[in-house]
């Protein structure tokens, strides 16, 4: 099916698409965006939650052109974010939980649905790794805390200790006046979550967090949480997620997204109803957001948020840029 073809399917969801002003600006911008709707068919294919999404995405291309496989794509794509120290909500560089400690969530999945996961761990800068390698050597699909520190430093990885002056001074200055209570707004989160297509169809996803600021020591959000922060299923698509986790996780977001994609919503459809759900089953949703990215096995894609904020990095053979979602609150 061609572009054009999908773009017709997808209606009025593609034109809200449209809407969103997620096309280059450029002459004859207008037809130009009638016949390249926000759809690809067969990969390769990359989407990324926020601005950091770009450079992960144009790690995960390198590897996709050098011949590196999907899963690979998205581990070391999302390493990179993992890597930048001055990215507040993403790997050792993140903010800490109520107490100071930095702890972090991470999943995988690919194509079969093979998943490796690790919760509340401290002290690794790649996360994402530690989850593969929980998929790829170990019966299990998550590990959590001490446990999971214990078996990645058995593994060959290695600890880093690292503090951040300013991380940590901002969180005492937080402790003072917060009275310990996890603030859950707008600004305090941004994992990064990637979903993507290679040129044989293939998906795979990733997803990695240092979750909330300032949440209860112990807490785990969506993030490391199979169908909830990610899911992949190569025969009906690819979801991840972004925002409040605890809304992600009573919705089983990601899963959810898959599954309607699977009885033939788009994408972005997908994306919305999820969305309408958690406003359904909330009602105090007072500066929370949520988002939702999504491809289908068919090579379409999308996302969706609830309120107005979430952009997503977009990578395909011919563009490569920030994409405004589509919401329901401004
Ligand atoms: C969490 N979902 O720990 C993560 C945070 C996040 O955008 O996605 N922020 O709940």
């Not at 446990?147 to 058995?154: I, K, P, S, V, Y």
Request: proline residues 4%; hydrophobic residues 40%.
């Amino acid at each position: 099916m061609n572009d054009r073809r999908h773009f017709l399917k997808l209606g009025l969801a593609g034109s809200a698409a449209l809407a969103t002003g997620c096309f280059p600006k450029e002459e004859g911008a207008e037809e130009k965006a009638v016949d390249t709707p926000l759809s690809f068919t067969k990969g390769p294919v990359i989407l990324s939650t926020w601005i950091h999404g770009m450079p992960a995405n144009a790690k995960a291309w390198d590897v996709l052109t050098a011949g590196g496989s999907v899963l690979d794509a998205v581990e070391q794509g999302v390493a990179v974010v993992e890597s930048d120290f001055t990215n507040r909500s993403v790997g050792l560089g993140g903010r800490p939980d109520r107490d100071g400690h930095v702890t972090l969530d991470a999943c995988i999945q690919d194509h079969e649905g093979r998943a490796g996961s690790v919760a509340f761990v401290q002290h690794f800068e790649h996360p994402i790794s530690i989850a593969r390698a929980v998929m790829e050597r170990t019966p299990h699909v998550m590990l959590v805390g001490a446990g999971a520190e214990r078996w990645a430093l058995e593994n060959g990885f290695s600890r880093n200790d690292i503090t951040i002056p300013e991380v940590k001074a901002a969180w005492e200055e937080w402790a003072r006046t917060s009275n310990y209570k996890p603030v859950a707004n707008i600004e305090n989160h941004d994992t990064i979550g990637m979903i993507a297509m290679d040129a044989a169809g293939r998906l795979a996803g990733s997803c990695t967090t240092s979750g909330m600021a300032y949440k209860i020591h112990g807490r785990v959000g969506d993030s490391p949480i199979i169908g909830a922060g990610l899911f992949v299923d190569g025969e009906a698509g690819a979801a991840c997620a972004t925002g409040v986790g605890e809304l992600a996780i009573r919705t089983a977001g990601s899963h959810t997204v898959v599954e309607l994609m699977r009885q033939g919503r788009t994408p972005e459809e997908a994306c919305h109803e999820v969305v309408l759900r958690v406003q359904r089953k909330h009602k105090e949703l007072v500066d929370m957001q949520i988002g939702f990215l999504a491809i289908r096995a068919d090579g379409t894609f999308g996302g969706w948020s609830l309120r107005k904020g979430f952009n997503y990095a977009l990578r395909t053979t011919d563009r490569e840029l920030m994409v405004d979602a589509p919401f329901d609150i401004a």
